[in-house]
């Protein structure tokens, strides 16, 4: 058994999406809703945070440190976390400062967390030097890697699959956003853990898919050897779509933002700009294109990340249409 605090509001609801399956014509559309996992506005990070704040514990941690984008949602989960378990907490933030306090960033300091600038060069020199401040300060820091994605974070949406199994068992596909690999490495592994029979698609938000593919097929190795279940993962097997990869990494376009009035006024269902607008954008054109068929079931993997919506420069970008 792998040591867990659980805090995640789980199992998160499976909805069915009947007005966005009439409007594009397309399979039978369904959601898990882990935008919902509770911790401060949740997302995908509350479930792989439960196993990591765990690991910290057990190893007498008491300093957070990790790192991100300027509006990156495992930081503002890590930080809310942190709080609620008596950590200190480091974000080593790569980027400029932004002039304005918007989304993420604005909860990352009303969560108390320590926020560190650097170009992403930079980033691991900073991490090091994290740690060394912690330990100066008389606390044992504990690093959490970006998108909380190793072998006890994946491990999380390993989990995961048996909890959608036993709310829905015959879907088709599972669509969502991959981007650090655990969760796509997760699932991997949970499917043949507990015996998913459809297939799983990352549409990847910032990496090329080869990067992407094998990234995620060594994770889901180590995550395997982790829970005990005998198998490699080739990089074959990761099936990974970056057609939607638009200006890159954070750039809300016209199919994002498509994507998200479609869920929003078919469904009352709010996507984010960078990471569930992308592949939701991605689904999108993939129905349109006749990639599924009529009778299929295919679920999205809301995985989070509404608060950067009321970030710069997209929520200008959205209230303009
Ligand atoms: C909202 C959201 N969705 C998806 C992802 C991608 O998950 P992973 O890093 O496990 O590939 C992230 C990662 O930051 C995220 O914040």
Known sequence: MLPRIRFAYLPTPVEPLPRLTTALQGPQLWVKRDDQTGLAFGGNKTRKLEYLLADARKSGAEALITAGAVQSNHCRQTAAAACRFGFTCTLVLAGEKPAHISGNYFLDRFLGAELVWVEKSQREIALKEAFKSAREDGKQPYLIPYGGSNAIGAAAY????????????????????????????????????????????????????????????????????????????????????????????????????????????????????????RAAAGLIDLIRRGFFTADQKVLFWHTGGTPALFADPYLDMLSAR
Do not use: C, H
């Open 158 to 277: 390993s989990f995961a699959v048996q909890e959608l199994l036993d709310q829905k068992s015959d879907l088709d596909w599972i669509i969502f956003p991959s981007s650090s690999g655990g969760t796509q490495a997760g699932l991997l592994v949970g499917a043949e853990k507990y015996g998913f029979q459809g297939r799983i698609l990352g549409i990847s938000v910032d990496n090329s898919a080869a990067m992407l593919q094998s990234s995620v097929s060594a994770l889901a190795g180590e995550t395997a050897m982790l829970l005990g279940v005998k198998r490699e993962f080739s990089t074959e097997e990761v099936k990974v779509n970056d057609e939607y990869l638009g200006a890159g990494y954070g750039e809300m376009g016209d199919p994002e933002m498509e994507a998200l009035k479609l869920f929003a006024l078919y469904e009352g269902l709010i996507l984010d700009p960078v990471y569930t607008g």
